[in-house]
C-alpha cells in the first residue's frame, strides 16, 4: 500500500471570474472560468481550458487542454472532449505536440453524450445528445449524429433577437 500516490480533487491554480458556481465534487486546475460559469459535480476542466463567461458545464463532463468555450454555452451532462486525434495510428503516448485544439463559438449548446473531437464550431449552433462531432461546425444551425451533420440552418439574428428581447 505504500507506493499508492493519493491525489486529492479540488480546484487548484484556476483563473476565476466573479460569481462562479463549482458544485463538488470536481477537478479543476490550471484553467480559467469566465464571470458566472456553472461547473456541475463530477467535472473535470484540465490545464489551459477557457470557459467563457455565463456557460454551464453540467456533470459528468470532461474538457480537455487545448479547449476553449465562448460565452452563453451549455455542455450538457456526459459531453466529452478529445484533443488526441490518434493521429498516429493510437494515442500520442504524452506527445502533446500531436495534440489539437477544440474552439466553441458563443450561444453554442451541446447536447448529453456527445463526443467533440478537436475542431472549431461557430457561434449559435446546437449540438444534439449523442452526436460526435468530426469536423469544423461553420454555419449556425442543429447538428446531431455519429458523425454529426446538419439537420436545420440556423438564423444567428432571430436568436440573438430572441435572447436579447424584453420580456416586461
Not at 45 to 61: D, M, Y
Not at 65 to 82: P, S, T, Y
Not at 91 to 108: E, I, M, Q, Y
Not at 110 to 116: L, Q, W
Request: glycine share 12%; charged share 20%; hydrophobic share 40%.
Amino acid at each position: 500500500m505504500s507506493d499508492i500516490a493519493f491525489r486529492q480533487i479540488g480546484v487548484v491554480d484556476a483563473k476565476v471570474g466573479a460569481g462562479v458556481t463549482i458544485v463538488e465534487p470536481a477537478n479543476v486546475y490550471g484553467c480559467t472560468l469566465g464571470d458566472h460559469v456553472f461547473v456541475g459535480p463530477f467535472v473535470e476542466i484540465q490545464r489551459g481550458a477557457v470557459i467563457g463567461a455565463r456557460s454551464r458545464i453540467q456533470s459528468h463532463s470532461f474538457v480537455c487542454e487545448l479547449v476553449e468555450i465562448g460565452e452563453d454555452c451549455v455542455v450538457a451532462h456526459g459531453v466529452m472532449f478529445i484533443n488526441d486525434p490518434f493521429s498516429i495510428g493510437g494515442p500520442a503516448k504524452g506527445r502533446r505536440d500531436l495534440w489539437r485544439p477544440t474552439r466553441v463559438g458563443s450561444r453554442v449548446s451541446i447536447g448529453s453524450n456527445a463526443t467533440i473531437l478537436p475542431v472549431t464550431i461557430c457561434d449559435d449552433v446546437v449540438v444534439g445528445a449523442g452526436s460526435v462531432v468530426t469536423k469544423d461546425i461553420t454555419r449556425p444551425g442543429i447538428y446531431a449524429g455519429n458523425p454529426a451533420r446538419l439537420l436545420r440552418q440556423g438564423d444567428s439574428k432571430k436568436r440573438i433577437e430572441a435572447t436579447t428581447s424584453d420580456d416586461s
